[in-house]
């Protein structure tokens, strides 16, 4: 059963629709990601949820009740910003506290949830200490833990990762994660970092122009997009221009190369124009055991990644990148070789032109 | 040589405005001081004993001081919401507000204090009755008061106006109060434990720049006939030499411990908002 329900929420700024017709169920615990890129809706849609903007039209119901038009002080939603918005004038300890000292618990009651909300993000060294005498990844912990102290309905994260350094996001992303688990709170991550989104959540909804595109497991949506935005937006990808050549077989042809697509050509008629999108990983060199999707490249470019590398060749007269796991004993091919290489036929999807 | 390399970096030119300009300042202050001191050799103290044994002195100081703190209250409370609000909501509000605070700047204090007395020194009736719902301001001692400190009011509002705001843009207001809210604060809880012990610096150098004008005003309090400190000082001046020189090296004195405490608590401040 839906805990959050967002149902045709729709927010107009002027004549602008900025989210359009917005609709998702959200179960309890569950952690969901709203991931596109920035104007595309996503903040907008998470501050509707925190009653910091009130939507045009639709309801959004939070446990059965009605909570559209409520005060954002009414809601009992966790809020973690960016900026982690610590108040300058407090300590750790006072900042965790504010919230419940706001709510009027008693003392103890207080004094036991900082300890604990202290103790789960390992800063108990750090409780007198004021903000501006913390490093960013701390305060955006306390900023967490101030959030959990409250004991919210719904934890929304409006990109908390996006101003700390690429080590620290790891991390934290990991403890957010886990301390969102163990805690069986619902949470609404918003991001614009695929691999953020990928890593963290349960399901993704990817936005753009203030319309849900694809809404899905990370799996589903890095592996089986359904449009052409998700599938360029979330990972790399290779598109080419195409022909409908067998819509029995599934039969594509970039540059006179024929392509087997699994997911078929369903709907589409012969001579259709289309396009191919294969993701860099899904390439490799052929061998004699490969039998579907074996076609001629020639090596273009080599390029080192670290743990990947990315080889660009020339299928027809399209360029396409190939991604390979690194390894010492790695045998390159050289450039301006020919080589055979493949893909599956379910690496092959069809999109729309 | 290294004497001499040190010689050619020294900013001669910089230290040579700024003794000038410390000249300019101190020099009359020097000179009002060794004034003070000058009535009886005997006795150099003398023209301080004088000016702190006349009562009058102590009741205008403390009815100015007391002018002052109301005040103070009263623009903190009118202003701090004010600019809040305008930070938050209606910042296309800013460049009409910021215009209105400078208007004590281009509207003198004598067109203020006339303005002032002509609108309140007739009893207000219900419009088309005879039914009077105030008197006159003018007629009563508590209501000149009332319309004194709405003066100083005025007059103090761009100093305090431009504190509050600067002391705000310091610090993310939205963010923070959309902190609050979400942890279930109330506009109130917002204002006094969010917003205000964040701009407390602003605040506090609004409040003495405040204290200092309204402690040495004289126009509005001469026409509207209070016994402040201003107008005593003024007419000390016309009848005696030696204590009106001892009482302005006071004022001078109370101003500067005022911009020390600035300082200290600005100070302060600053580093704990400096890393947000």
Same mark, same amino acid.
């Given at each position: 059963?839906?805990?959050?329900?967002?149902?045709?929420?729709?927010?107009?700024?002027?004549?602008?629709?900025?989210?359009?017709?917005?609709?998702?169920?959200?179960?309890?615990?569950?952690?969901?990601?709203?991931?596109?890129?920035?104007?595309?809706?996503?903040?907008?849609?998470?501050?509707?949820?925190?009653?910091?903007?009130?939507?045009?039209?639709?309801?959004?119901?939070?446990?059965?009740?009605?909570?559209?038009?409520?005060?954002?002080?009414?809601?009992?939603?966790?809020?973690?910003?960016?900026?982690?918005?610590?108040?300058?004038?407090?300590?750790?300890?006072?900042?965790?506290?504010?919230?419940?000292?706001?709510?009027?618990?008693?003392?103890?009651?207080?004094?036991?949830?900082?300890?604990?909300?202290?103790?789960?993000?390992?800063?108990?060294?750090?409780?007198?200490?004021?903000?501006?005498?913390?490093?960013?990844?701390?305060?955006?912990?306390?900023?967490?833990?101030?959030?959990?102290?409250?004991?919210?309905?719904?934890?929304?994260?409006? /990109?908390?990762?996006?101003?700390?350094?690429?080590?620290?996001?790891?991390?934290?992303?990991?403890?957010?994660?886990?301390?969102?688990?163990?805690?069986?709170?619902?949470?609404?991550?918003?991001?614009?970092?695929?691999?953020?989104?990928?890593?963290?959540?349960?399901?993704?909804?990817?936005?753009?122009?203030?319309?849900?595109?694809?809404?899905?497991?990370?799996?589903?949506?890095?592996?089986?997009?359904?449009?052409?935005?998700?599938?360029?937006?979330?990972?790399?990808?290779?598109?080419?221009?195409?022909?409908?050549?067998?819509?029995?077989?599934?039969?594509?042809?970039?540059?006179?190369?024929?392509?087997?697509?699994?997911?078929?050509?369903?709907?589409?008629?012969?001579?259709?124009?289309?396009?191919?999108?294969?993701?860099?990983?899904?390439?490799?060199?052929?061998?004699?055991?490969?039998?579907?999707?074996?076609?001629?490249?020639?090596?273009?470019?080599?390029?080192?990644?670290?743990?990947?590398?990315?080889?660009?060749?020339?299928?027809?007269?399209?360029?396409?990148?190939?991604?390979?796991?690194?390894?010492?004993?790695?045998?390159?091919?050289?450039?301006?070789?020919?080589?055979?290489?493949?893909?599956?036929? /379910?690496?092959?999807?069809?999109?729309?032109? | 040589?290294?004497?001499?390399?040190?010689?050619?970096?020294?900013?001669?030119?910089?230290?040579?405005?700024?003794?000038?300009?410390?000249?300019?300042?101190?020099?009359? #202050? #020097?000179?009002?001081?060794?004034?003070?001191?000058?009535?009886?050799?005997?006795?150099?103290?003398?023209?301080?004993?004088?000016?702190?044994?006349?009562?009058?002195?102590?009741?205008?100081?403390?009815?100015?001081?007391?002018?002052?703190?109301?005040?103070?209250?009263?623009?903190?409370?009118?202003?701090?919401?004010?600019?809040?609000?305008?930070?938050?909501?209606?910042?296309?509000?800013?460049?009409?507000?910021?215009?209105?605070?400078?208007?004590?700047?281009?509207?003198?204090?004598?067109? #203020?204090?006339?303005?002032?007395?002509?609108?309140?020194?007739?009893?207000?009736?219900?419009?088309?009755?005879?039914?009077?719902?105030?008197?006159?301001?003018?007629?009563?001692?508590?209501?000149?008061?009332?319309?004194?400190?709405?003066?100083?009011?005025?007059?103090?509002?761009?100093?305090?106006?431009?504190?509050?705001?600067?002391?705000?843009?310091?610090?993310?207001?939205?963010?923070?109060?959309?902190?609050?809210?979400?942890?279930?604060?109330?506009?109130?809880?917002?204002?006094?434990?969010?917003?205000?012990?964040?701009?407390?610096?602003? #605040?506090?150098?609004?409040?003495l720049?405040?204290?200092a004008?309204?402690v040495g005003?004289?126009?509005?309090?001469?026409?509207?006939?209070?016994?402040?400190?201003?107008?005593?000082?003024?007419?000390?001046?016309?009848?005696?030499?030696?204590?009106?020189?001892?009482?302005?090296?006071?004022s001078f004195l109370l101003t500067w411990i005022a911009m020390?405490?600035?300082?200290?608590?600005?100070?302060?401040?600053?580093?704990?908002?400096?890393?947000?």
């Open positions: 059963m839906s805990y959050l329900s967002i149902s045709n929420v729709t927010k107009q700024f002027g004549d602008t629709v900025v989210v359009d017709n917005f609709n998702l169920e959200i179960g309890k615990g569950e952690f969901v990601s709203f991931l596109g890129p920035s104007g595309c809706g996503k903040t907008t849609t998470l501050r509707m949820v925190a009653g910091f903007e009130n939507p045009t039209s639709g309801k959004i119901l939070l446990d059965g009740a009605d909570i559209t038009d409520k005060a954002p002080n009414q809601r009992n939603v966790g809020m973690i910003f960016q900026s982690y918005a610590l108040f300058p004038n407090m300590t750790v300890a006072q900042n965790i506290g504010f919230g419940l000292k706001v709510r009027k618990e008693a003392d103890a009651v207080v004094k036991q949830r900082v300890s604990e909300m202290i103790s789960l993000i390992n800063l108990e060294a750090h409780a007198n200490k004021y903000p501006y005498q913390l490093s960013g990844g701390q305060q955006q912990r306390v900023s967490l833990a101030r959030a959990l102290a409250i004991r919210p309905q719904v934890l929304l994260l409006d /990109e908390p990762l996006s101003a700390l350094d690429a080590k620290i996001r790891v991390s934290l992303r990991s403890e957010i994660r886990s301390i969102q688990k163990s805690l069986g709170i619902t949470a609404i991550f918003v991001t614009h970092d695929q691999e953020e989104a990928l890593s963290i959540s349960d399901r993704i909804v990817v936005m753009n122009a203030g319309e849900m595109e694809q809404v899905g497991t990370p799996f589903e949506i890095y592996n089986f997009p359904k449009t052409r935005f998700v599938a360029n937006f979330v990972g790399s990808l290779n598109t080419a221009d195409a022909e409908v050549v067998d819509t029995a077989k599934g039969l594509v042809s970039v540059d006179g190369v024929q392509f087997t697509s699994a997911e078929g050509t369903k709907g589409r008629n012969k001579g259709d124009k289309v396009k191919v999108a294969i993701r860099p990983e899904r390439f490799s060199f052929a061998t004699q055991q490969h039998k579907d999707n074996v076609v001629d490249a020639i090596i273009e470019n080599i390029t080192f990644l670290g743990s990947v590398v990315r080889i660009q060749i020339k299928i027809g007269n399209t360029s396409f990148n190939m991604d390979t796991f690194n390894n010492p004993f790695l045998e390159l091919p050289k450039i301006g070789s020919k080589q055979q290489v493949t893909c599956s036929k /379910e690496a092959v999807l069809v999109l729309d032109e | 040589m290294k004497f001499l390399n040190r010689l050619r970096k020294f900013p001669f030119l910089a230290w040579l405005w700024f003794l000038l300009g410390a000249l300019y300042f101190v020099l009359p #202050l #020097l000179a009002t001081f060794e004034f003070s001191l000058s009535w009886d050799p005997a006795v150099p103290f003398k023209a301080y004993q004088r000016a702190f044994e006349d009562v009058r002195f102590w009741r205008s100081f403390i009815a100015s001081n007391v002018f002052a703190v109301i005040t103070i209250i009263a623009c903190i409370i009118l202003v701090v919401p004010t600019a809040y609000w305008i930070r938050l909501r209606l910042p296309q509000a800013r460049r009409i507000v910021e215009f209105i605070t400078l208007m004590p700047f281009v509207v003198p204090a004598i067109i #203020l204090v006339f303005g002032l007395i002509r609108v309140y020194s007739t009893p207000f009736t219900i419009p088309f009755t005879n039914i009077v719902f105030m008197q006159a301001l003018t007629q009563f001692k508590a209501g000149t008061n009332i319309l004194i400190v709405a003066g100083y009011m005025v007059l103090a509002m761009p100093y305090m106006y431009r504190s509050v705001d600067t002391g705000m843009r310091t610090v993310d207001i939205l963010t923070l109060t959309e902190a609050a809210q979400s942890l279930g604060a109330s506009w109130f809880v917002i204002i006094t434990r969010v917003i205000l012990p964040n701009i407390r610096s602003a #605040l506090l150098s609004g409040a720049l405040t204290f004008i309204v005003e004289v126009i509005l309090a001469s026409f509207l006939g209070v016994n402040a400190f201003g107008p005593y000082l003024f007419l000390l001046g016309q009848h005696r030499a030696y204590e009106p020189a001892a009482l302005s090296f006071v020390g405490m600035i300082q200290l608590v600005t100070g302060g401040q600053n580093q704990t908002a400096g890393g947000h």
